[in-house]
């Protein structure tokens, strides 16, 4: 337990839903274990692939049903990104009159 926090820097520690959301990596993905042992046993060499397949599915029902609101400006945020590459893209696409006179 005493070592979930180490890979994070602490400024993002301050934030509630961070630490929520790293708590909950690793709590789901061990009970990512135990869901995969008892509801679908058998071997598979890639345990540590289910158990993060489930880590994903449970974080985010999680995630989703405590902070929904936090979706909406994830999302707005993402948009404005977006925007903000392609138009930096396009600015540094060389134009085709510049290729043309080289």
Known sequence: MDQIF?????AFLLLPQFKTFVI???LYHEIGHHIH??????YRSNK????DQWKEK???VFLVQRYWYLAKVVKAYASLIHLTVLRLKRSARPSKIDGAQA
């Open 58 to 60: 449970l974080l985010q």
């Open 48 to 51: 540590e692939e289910v158990a």
């Open 6 to 10: 180490l890979n994070y820097p602490e």
């Open 24 to 26: 909950g990596e690793t």
């Open 37 to 42: 042992q008892l509801h679908e046993p058998g």
